[in-house]
Every structure is written in C-alpha cells, then in structure tokens.
C-alpha cells in the first residue's frame, strides 16, 4: 500500500473466527480459513479497508507458538485457500496484513528439536537462544516465563535472514504488511536490520510494532517500523468510560497529539488480548468507546465483533482468551439481532471518518472538561478543518462539523 495512506482495519484472530480446534491433541486439517470469505462483503460494508488478520501459519496450538512460518496452518487450509483470500480481498479493494510471531517459535517447532539434539554447529542452531552448557544439556531460553515458547536469538544473522525471507514470502504473495508480534521483546536493532532489507524490494509494506509500554516515538524511529499499538490510549478510554473519569482520557490525548508529531499510532478499544470492550464499559458505552476512536488521530482498528456488541472477559488461566476469540457463524445473515444498533453505530462512525480523512493526523484540543463530561475539537493538521466532539456520560456523544451541525449522535 502507499505509504501515505492510512487505512482502517477489521483485526481478525483466524483460528478463533473459524472455529479451529485451539489444544486438541490431533487436529484434523480442514480448509476452514475460506469463511473469511463469506464476510468480506461484510467487512466492506461495515467501511474497513483492510483486515488485520491474527496467526496463519502452522502453530502447535494458539498461533503464537509457531512450527513453520512459510506454510499455512492445516487447521485454516493451505496455500490455495490462502491466495483465493487475498483476491478476493483485492476484488474488494481490502488489504491484507499478517501477524508475525518473530520474538519465539514453539517449543516443539522441528528446526529447533533438531539444533538440541545435534548441537550448536548443526544447520539450524544459529536461530534460536539456547544454553548450551545448561545444568541437564542444551536448553531453550524461553519468552517471558512460557515454558512452551522458544526465544530466537536476534542478535545472528541466521535469523534476520530467515525473518527477512518469510516476510517477503508471503508480501509476494500479495499481502501489505507485518503487525510485528511482542516487537517489545526484541532489541530495535534486530528490526532496524530486517526491515529495510524488506523494504527495498516491497517499499510499500506497513509495519506494526506490538508495543506496550515505553516511549513509542524513540522505539519508532530506533526501529523502523511505521506505528505502534497505542495501548495508552486503549488504557484509557476504558479507564475513563468505566471509572467515570474522562480527566485521564484529556491526559492521554495530550500525550496522543504529541505522538502524532512524530508518527501515526495505530488505535484500538478491542483486539484478541483483552477483555471485550463492551464487558469492560457496557454495550451502550462501547460506542462512545468507538466514537473516541474514530474522531481522534490514528490508523484505527475494529476488533471482530466488537461492532456488534459481542461480550467476553479474558481470564488468566488455561483456555482464558477463548471467550475473547470465539467462533463466528458461516454468514454475517446468522448473527443474532440484538447487535444491529451497536452494528449501525460502527458503519455510521466509519463513514463519517471516511468523510473527513484528515482525521488520521488529527490532533484535539480540549474545549470542555468534567469527570462525566468531556469535549474536543478535532483539527486537522493544516487548520482547514475540524469536528467538534462531546461525550457525555448521561446524556450520549455528538460530532458537530464546522458549521455547527450536528452530523453524528448516539444518546445514552
């Protein structure tokens, strides 16, 4: 894609989304990533223009445990599968990008069980992060405490060119672009490395950095990448919503317009991580959390079925991120109706963004502040242009363009 162009994405986690087996201990391969295609239509409709799509590749259970990044998983089908979806994305003018894992692969990915039986000089050993001399032989160091989750080791070169030929492999199979997974946990040099080696053959490819906390201005440009995850701004508008008190939500926006100047981040209220947010503040005030989003800076994502309302907390135990990643129905006909206002909420805040497209660089400017109550101006970078947004915890949110019309309303 240009680089200067700022979609909106549907962030979709496959496996969930069709119904694959998640920790079945034999799963039977099925080509179960072709219902995608039945919601593309839908995804159009809804005014995305593009999916950000969670793991596809071969994984031993949840996607982020990977066993070969260069084949699709059985569990969602094969590469046919894969190619019929990115043209039938292309035939709707969706792009496509990737989520990948290049922090850890999963413990029993074949590449490493062979470096640990035959030693750090065997073909694949530079990939990964092993003790060699460990207590009990060779040993994995594993990410974050996982024990199931093999740390590659960034610092070779083995791995940079294997991280640089599985981007390009699936970027010439038509895609747009990377969502770097834990991109927190890998030194930025690894990614400075990578990432403009890819870009001399496919220069319009977007990065993503998964990046939680920190300073995303200095991991930006220390990195490469095009954006980061805002999760300060997911943070609070939760925080803000739930707990009555809109005065974090001005901090973080100023904090939001600083950002802006350095790069767009990439917004969000939902993804595959956290609970959903309409458990988090309630189905009437997910749309308000949708309205923040989508009149403030930023290339926004919608997660799938947030927009209509789906409910679901993740729990900190095996199986907790099921109730946040469910399976979908085969059509978008099947969806139960109670979403539908939530739904419409989303298409009509969609198009009122695509309506004023310098939204993506905005910044705010607090024209009203109270723990209940809280209104800004949205400008757009060259001052042409602006909305001014009120969200009012009792009484609904209002966008007014610069006329003084009211063009959007959603009353509690």
């Excluded at 219902?35 to 809804?46: E, M, N």
Aim: with cysteine; hydrophobic share 40%; proline share 5%.
């Amino acid at each position: 894609m240009a680089r200067d162009e700022q979609p909106v994405w549907w962030h979709v986690y496959p496996l969930g989304f069709c119904d694959a087996p998640i920790r079945d201990a034999d799963p039977a391969p099925a080509t179960r990533l072709r219902r995608l295609l039945g919601w593309l239509d839908y995804a159009a409709d809804l005014g995305v223009t593009g999916l950000l799509l969670g793991p596809v590749f071969a994984s031993q259970s949840h996607g982020y445990d990977s066993l070969d990044l260069l084949r699709i998983d059985p569990r969602l089908g094969g590469d046919q599968d894969f190619d019929d979806l990115v043209a039938a994305c292309g035939e709707r003018g969706l792009r496509i990008v990737l989520d990948g894992v290049f922090s850890h692969v999963g413990d029993r990915h074949p590449w490493l069980v062979d470096a640990l039986a035959h030693g750090p000089d065997s073909e694949h050993a530079g990939l990964f992060d092993i003790v060699w001399d460990a207590d009990g032989g060779p040993a994995p160091r594993v990410w974050e405490g996982h024990g199931a989750l093999a740390r590659l080791d960034h610092a070779s070169a083995q791995t940079a060119d294997h991280v640089v030929d599985v981007m390009e492999h699936w970027l010439a199979r038509g895609t747009d672009g990377w969502r770097l997974d834990a991109a927190y946990s890998v030194d930025t040099a690894f990614w400075a490395r990578v990432i403009p080696r890819v870009r001399a053959r496919f220069p319009h490819a977007w990065f993503l950095g998964e990046v939680i906390h920190g300073d995303y201005a200095a991991f930006v440009e220390a990195s490469g990448v095009d954006t980061v995850t805002q999760y300060e701004l997911w943070k609070a508008v939760r925080s803000s919503i739930a707990d009555r008190n809109f005065f974090e939500l001005d901090w973080t926006l100023r904090r939001h317009n600083e950002l802006l100047g350095h790069f767009t981040p990439q917004t969000f209220v939902g993804n595959h991580d956290v609970t959903r947010v309409a458990s988090a503040v309630g189905a009437d005030h997910a749309v308000t959390a949708a309205a923040i989003l989508l009149t403030v800076g930023g290339v926004p994502s919608v997660y799938a079925g947030d927009e209509q309302g789906f409910t679901g907390v993740k729990e900190d135990r095996l199986g907790g991120d099921d109730a946040v990643r469910p399976a979908f129905p085969d059509r978008p006909e099947d969806l139960a109706p109670w979403g539908s206002s939530v739904h419409r909420a989303h298409r009509e805040l969609l198009a009122l963004r695509h309506r004023h497209p310098w939204l993506t660089t905005a910044t705010t400017t607090t024209t009203h502040l109270s723990s209940t109550r809280y209104a800004y101006r949205t400008t757009s970078r060259d001052a042409q242009d602006w909305l001014d947004v009120e969200h009012d915890l009792d009484a609904g949110t209002f966008v007014s363009d610069r006329a003084g019309r009211i063009v959007w309303r959603h009353a509690a």
